[in-house]
């Protein structure tokens, strides 16, 4: 075959392919057998591979996966991705509907555009002269980061578009219905017209895992939408190539169409998947929309993807964008969350979270049960009145439910499956025990325990202090006094605010000049991505310190898995007892906690994951004693731990060897001796080590 038959041949093969995946992973039906389409892109990259120069970026061969990132570029968004404000019943859509006409000049909404609100990675796909060239996340709205790679891999996704003559529009309950036949579909792909294609098309949607696909997974992975995001975040597209990620449409930036429903239907015809339940009501028909509701909560535990409500706008785009928007969300739509799902669970343990300001959370710790697509393993209980309300007592049966809340809540106690034996909840009788050390009190006229003395300030002041330390993230210039500074300036209310710092409102304070602030912002910049060690340590868990985190770390590998562990899977770590395990357990079910993190998420600020696989100095324990001339004694000690070894302060017969620097420890080289256990010079260290 020649180079103008071989081209002719290509152009083929990648019409029948893209044909094939359209209708396999678009529409979910399928025109021939996975072997005969595997066949297909065989030949497809053989001729590709005997002649190179005829290979483009939207070939169905360029969606394997690339080399691994060592970061992802930061991109700002041409408009904003926004969030929409949450609604729970018909009086709110009601009050909301009323709010926007009295901002409209004729005071009408004459259409209203409804879909599912899908669970998953917002995402915007950019296409240039109809061809894929870039991917971004939500981010924080404003700037996303670049995932271009990852996302390439997801088959549901066109690498280039076609303005075709396919129409799915929205579709009743129950199965979607099969379009007319194979042929017309592959006619029309084959007929599109590339030149109605426009120069520049941005598309929104959501990353999502199928139901059906995730039952295959869900034992290494908490949740789907964890899963769809965890893959679209790893710095090797071969994890998201692995996975079963589908895009599921629900926003055409640009061209821009005069209403939601021409939007929808425009990004069918560029051949994109959107849910197949979007609607449009009029104004005069609120009760069917709002029977449509209720309609749609009933069955959608029959759908492929997980949802919790209905995204409800107004048709009208132009209107839509006049009305703008408050804060980060638009006034011209709001998403309606369905009923709280329930189930009923076990209370194994009731646990207190101190908070960074003070207060003192309860925290009840579960048996794991799925409510809503999400694996529950704890549940806030408020307060102590909360608690005396409710009687909940370790041991009982209870009933939790989720209304859109991060942290799922106990709505009742089954007394009738309560265990024999057990007491009432003793709350400062548990607070002396979990936190012996501490003094609290409950201010006049509140429901909440606090530290006493202890102002928010202070708590801030330390947690700020330690998460900068040398054991924890190693932040050059933030040390006490200038953490006083800049809380006491109010340019820092949480640790998220020190990646928001602005060289020119540093260099304002009385200790900082443009030299020094800069200093500080790279540095608290260049700690975006530590070691998971390292991250976990600056947390500042209670009784978690360096050598608690590295075992952590070792043991879950990443922070969203550590996130989602149950006692039982804390205790099977050596060095961690109960105690420990409900302190861990316990900041991770503190809803501020939570809340902290997915904005230190959202900064691009999360730890790299552990490396998996053995380690060097697995099973072994080290100390080190005195100074060490070339490298410090923390980082030292972090050497040895990422290479899977134990750092100990004392010897004991355990001890692989004693690591002698300057001036030791007079104690701990005596006890080696009489032990026999052998000592390293820091040259045999520094061997060791690399």
């Known amino acids: 075959m020649n180079k103008i038959d071989a081209e002719k041949r290509i152009q083929k093969l990648r019409e029948l392919i893209n044909d094939y995946r359209y209708h396999y992973h678009v529409l979910d039906e399928s025109i021939m057998s996975e072997a005969a389409a595997d066949s297909l892109k065989h030949e497809l990259s053989q001729l590709e591979a005997e002649y190179p120069e005829l290979i483009t970026p939207d070939s169905p061969t360029q969606r394997v996966a690339g080399k691994p990132l060592d970061k992802f570029e930061k991109v700002q968004h041409e408009k904003r991705m926004i969030s929409l404000a949450d609604v729970f019943s018909e009086e709110e859509i009601k009050d909301w509907i009323s709010r926007d006409e009295k901002l409209i000049p004729d005071g009408r909404i004459h259409e209203f555009f409804t879909d599912i609100k899908m669970d998953g990675l917002a995402c915007s796909l950019k ?3 109809g061809v894929f060239y870039q991917a971004v996340t939500r981010g924080d709205g404003l700037v996303g ?125 560029l051949g994109f998947q959107t849910s197949g339940e979007d609607r449009v009501f009029k104004d005069t028909e609120m009760k069917q929309m709002f029977h449509y509701i209720r309609e749609l909560d009933e069955y959608r535990k029959g ?59 309860p925290v009840a710790i579960l048996d794991p049960v799925s409510v809503a697509g999400t694996t529950v393993r704890h549940a806030s209980l408020h307060n102590a009145d909360e608690i005396k309300r409710l009687d909940v007592r370790i041991g009982d049966t209870v009933i939790i439910y989720k209304a859109g809340d991060i942290i799922p809540q106990v709505k009742e106690v089954l007394l009738t499956l309560r265990p024999e034996g057990t007491e009432p909840f003793d709350y400062e009788k548990a607070l002396k025990k979990q936190y012996p050390d501490l003094v609290f009190e409950r201010p006049e006229g509140e429901v909440v325990y606090r530290v006493k003395g202890e102002s928010s300030d202070f708590i801030l002041k330390r947690a700020i202090e330690y998460y900068a330390s040398k054991p924890a993230l190693n932040i050059e210039g933030l040390g006490e006094k200038n953490v006083v500074a800049l809380v006491d ?61 590295a075992s952590l770390a070792k043991k879950f590998k990443t922070l969203d898995s550590l996130m989602d562990v149950t006692e039982d899977d804390l205790l099977e770590i050596n060095d961690i007892g109960v105690v420990v395990a409900e302190a861990i357990l316990a900041w991770f079910a503190d809803e501020d906690n939570t809340k902290l993190l997915e904005e230190l998420r959202g900064l691009d600020v999360w730890p ?9 100095l697995e099973g072994k324990s080290y100390i080190v004693t005195g100074t060490l001339a070339s490298i410090g004694r923390e980082e030292a000690e972090d050497k040895l731990r990422t290479l899977g070894a134990t750092v100990t302060s004392s010897v004991t017969k355990n001890t692989t060897a004693l690591i002698v620097g300057e001036k030791p420890g007079k104690s701990k080289t005596e006890k080696a001796a009489k032990l026999g256990i052998p000592t390293m010079t820091e040259t045999e260290f520094l061997d060791l080590i690399s």
């Open 127 to 129: 296409y240039r002269d």
């Open 145 to 269: 980061e670049d995932v271009t790679l990852n996302v390439k891999t997801i088959q549901n996704i066109p690498l280039k578009l076609h303005q075709n003559i396919i129409h799915l529009g929205p579709r009743p309950a129950g199965p979607s219905p099969r379009a007319a036949g194979a042929n017309s579909r592959a006619a029309a792909l084959r007929n599109a017209r590339d030149e109605d294609i426009p120069d520049e098309v941005e598309v929104r949607g959501e990353i999502v895992i199928f139901k059906e696909d995730f039952e295959k997974l869900k034992d290494e992975f908490a949740n789907p939408r964890n899963l769809a995001a965890g893959s679209i975040r790893q710095l090797d597209p071969k994890v998201a190539a692995s996975r079963p990620l589908k895009f599921i449409a629900y926003d055409l930036v640009t061209p821009d169409k005069p209403t939601w429903k021409e939007a929808y239907e425009t990004l069918r015809e």
């Open 303 to 361: 759908l492929k993807f997980n949802t919790d409500g209905m995204v409800i706008k107004i048709n009208d785009r132009a209107v839509y964008d006049k009305l703008g928007i408050v804060g980060k969300t638009p006034r011209g739509a709001v998403a309606f969350k369905f009923p709280a799902e329930e189930s009923t669970t076990k209370v194994r343990d009731i646990v207190i979270s101190i908070g960074r300001t003070g207060a003192a959370t």
């Open 489 to 549: 300036a109010g340019l820092v209310k949480s640790i998220a605010d020190l990646y928001k710092l602005k060289i020119s409102e540093v260099a304002k304070l009385e200790r900082f000049g443009e030299i020094s602030a800069r200093n500080l912002v790279e540095a608290i910049a260049g700690s975006k991505h530590p070691t998971l060690t390292k991250f976990i340590t600056a947390l500042g868990i209670r009784h978690v310190g360096a050598a608690t985190a």
């Open 608 to 616: 790299m994951d552990e490396i998996g696989g053995d380690l060097p």
